[in-house]
Nanobody, 113 residues
Framework: VQLQASGGGLVQSGGSLRLSCAASGSIFSANMGWYRQAPGKERDLVASINARGVKIYAGSLKDRFTISRDNAKNTVYLQMNRLTPEDTAVYYC?????????WGQGTELTVSS
């Protein structure tokens, strides 16, 4: 499956943004995730949601971020609130199922102070 992430941009500290990840095929049975990579750092998990809708968040991001999925639209979302400059990164979506592991091209988020 091919993944297309979108929704990044420039936002002020304290603002909100929603990222979308559209898949070229069905995500019904896939574990979907959002990762991010800040400049000079490794790519880290932000949040994931499995096929049953169980969600996992990294650290304290659960307080500000919400992952969701719409299987009918083959799309996964990441709602991000109360953004800080530390959230600046390239955000990647990931799909994992029995057929393998797929990554989107990334969408860049910059949070200004």
């Amino acid at each position: 499956v091919q993944l297309q992430a979108s929704g990044g941009g420039l936002v002020q500290s304290g603002g909100s943004l929603r990222l979308s990840c559209a898949a070229s095929g069905s995500i019904f049975s896939a574990n979907m995730g959002w990762y991010r990579q800040a400049p000079g750092k490794e790519r880290d998990l932000v949040a994931s949601i499995n096929a049953r809708g169980v969600k996992i968040y990294a650290g304290s991001l659960k307080d500000r971020f919400t992952i969701s999925r719409d299987n009918a639209k083959n799309t996964v979302y990441l709602q991000m609130n109360r953004l800080t400059p530390e959230d600046t990164a390239v955000y990647y979506c990931n799909s994992r199922d029995s057929y393998g592991d797929s990554w989107g091209q990334g969408t860049e988020l910059t949070v200004s102070s």
